[in-house]
Structures are given as C-alpha cells and as structure tokens.
C-alpha cells in the first residue's frame, strides 16, 4: 500500500502539490499586506526652492532611522511644487506643499506596515489597500489607514535635503 503523499511511480500526490502551492501564495501574499516595510518607489516631477533651511513635522519617527543622520536624501529640484519623492532605502518620502516648504514623513503606511508608493495629486499613496495621506501634514485622506504617516526631520540647506539628526 502507498502513502496518499508520495506515489512511487509518479512522485508527490496532487493533493500534496496543491496543498504547497496554495501555502506558497499565502505566504506571498501575507509578506506584501504584513508588517513588511522594506520596499517603496516611486516619484513625481521637479521644482526648485528658495529656502536655505528648514526642518520638516512636528515630532513621530519613522522612516529616517535606518538612514543615518545627515545622509542625503535629494536635491531640492528633485521634490515637485505640489508633489513628493518617495526614498525606498531610506523609508522616507519629501514632499513640497507650497514653493520652498518642504515636509518628510515616514513612507510605512499606518494601515499595515506597506511602503507607500507614489505622490501624485496632492496625495502620498499606499498601493496595499488604498490608503492616501496629505502632502502638507501626513494626515490620513482616504482608505484604512488609522492615523497620520509620523513626521520626519529634515533639514534643507542650499539645494540639497539631508535628514537631521
């Protein structure tokens, strides 16, 4: 008599190879919707600024940890009037609300720990399930997403953004 798993002529059973796969997908999926906070892109645009220096939020950590004090994230031409930079290594994302007031905060979504992705229309998104949050102050606009992305010192200096530290 032969295992239910292992037939010896064929190799595993059906039920043995559905059974894998199906627990391979889980697990794709559950790393992607987790607390996984490893991975972010994406970016809108270019406008340059005037300020020479300014720090961006108002207390909270969050994405600029890992970075290191003082790292370069950007030059100011790099953040869009408007828009923002998302800083995948960094776990960061710039924005520019108005010409030359520039903001940070941290790009791991509240909701379920996802990188956000893009900044487009005024918004910072998180593809996992549609949360946005204002470029101005982080604040939730739509989706799950509990509370606000926390605050993330820069500071600007000429043209260059660097986190503060």
Do not use: W, Y
Not at 2 to 18: C, E, K, N, Q
Not at 29 to 44: I, M, R
Not at 141 to 157: D, E, H, N, R
């Amino acid at each position: 008599m032969t295992s239910a798993l292992f037939h010896p002529a064929t190799g595993p059973a059906r039920r043995t190879v559905v059974a894998a796969a199906g627990a391979a997908s889980l697990g794709a999926v559950l790393a992607a919707c987790g607390g996984s906070d490893d991975d972010a892109s994406g970016d809108t645009g270019t406008a340059p600024s005037g300020n020479p220096s300014q720090e961006a939020g108002g207390g909270g950590s969050g994405g600029g940890e890992n970075a290191g004090a003082g790292a370069a994230l950007a030059a100011t031409a790099d953040i869009p009037e408007g828009g923002g930079k998302v800083f995948p290594d960094q776990k960061v994302v710039v924005t520019q609300p108005a010409a030359g007031d520039f903001k940070a905060f941290s790009a791991t979504c509240t909701h379920q720990g996802c990188a956000v992705k893009s900044v487009a229309d005024g918004l910072i998104n998180c593809p996992c399930h549609n949360s946005s949050f204002s470029i101005t102050d982080g604040s939730v606009q739509g989706g799950p997403a509990p509370k606000p992305l926390p605050a993330v010192q820069i500071t600007v200096s000429g043209d260059s953004i660097r986190l503060a530290g």
